[in-house]
């Protein structure tokens, strides 16, 4: 009788948490599906000091690869070793070599820039797929996930930016698809409620290495550009997010 109620407390547990994960994945699409349809217009309301506002998100995204990637990477790499380096290494790679053949080919004619940007866009919407996917374990809708999903936030308002001047009318439509994304990655959350820790790391430590690429190559601004103390105080305001969803969570 006793082990009866006790698997029943377990399953229990077990199911407050997976919609505790379903609700905060389900929080993270929504925002960032408004971020895909609305970046124009976010970006002209929130970098309208185009410095400012690129040392503030700079700052932040710096701390979420410190506070929260590589702390979740440590997890990682006791199922899978030291190789979960050269997995990180792999993500880090791809998104070189894929910003390298874009940049080869700025000057190439339109038919060979539009397979450029299917390129492109296939592998940003792996991107968003993996950030819903892999999204961190937190309380529903509680302060703990708010830090993750602030500085995702900005990281993916400046990548579409970022696109949106590289290929103008072409990401007109690319949206769309990165929003279908988005919807599929949602679905196979809700679905998937056991999932194999092994490949769950795997694709956790590819992100990271996206994540970081992403995060140095196109997000920190230039010392010549950047204004050091909205830098900093995009940093410590993470810092003190992270710490007081930590102290709530």
């Not at 970098?47 to 990682?76: D, R």
């Not at 696109?163 to 439509?173: H, I, S």
């Not at 599929?184 to 430590?205: C, H, K, N, P, Y």
């Not at 103390?229 to 810092?239: D, E």
Request: proline share 2%; glycine share 6%.
């Amino acid at each position: 009788m006793i082990l009866v109620i006790a698997s029943v407390v377990e399953n229990s547990a077990d199911l407050s948490e997976n919609s505790a994960v379903i609700g905060f994945s389900t929080i993270a699409a929504i925002a960032i599906t408004a971020i895909h349809l609305w970046s124009k217009q976010l970006h002209c309301l929130l970098y309208q000091e185009e410095y400012i506002a690129a040392s503030f998100s700079g700052g932040m995204a710096i701390s979420y690869v410190f506070l929260n990637l590589l702390p979740e990477l440590e997890t990682a790499e006791k199922f899978l070793g030291y190789s979960i380096h050269f997995i990180i290494l792999l993500g880090f790679i791809i998104f070189y070599s894929l910003e390298s053949l874009v940049w080869k080919t700025s000057n190439a004619p339109s038919s060979q820039r539009s397979f450029i940007f299917g390129i492109e866009l296939f592998f940003y919407c792996l991107y968003n797929f993996l950030l819903i996917y892999t999204i961190p374990k937190v309380n529903g809708l509680s302060i703990t996930g708010f830090p993750y999903l602030m500085a995702i936030g900005f990281h993916l308002l400046h990548n579409n930016h970022i696109l949106d001047k590289k290929y103008g009318k072409l990401f007109v439509w690319g949206r769309y698809c990165l929003i279908g994304t988005i919807v599929l990655s949602l679905s196979l959350d809700v679905v998937t409620q056991q999932r194999d820790i092994l490949v769950s790391d795997f694709l956790v430590a590819f992100l990271a290495g996206s994540i970081m690429f992403n995060i140095f190559y196109d997000e920190l601004p230039s010392p010549r550009k950047s204004r050091l103390r909205w830098f900093i105080g995009g940093a410590i305001v993470y810092a003190v997010l992270k710490t007081s969803s930590l102290a709530f969570g």
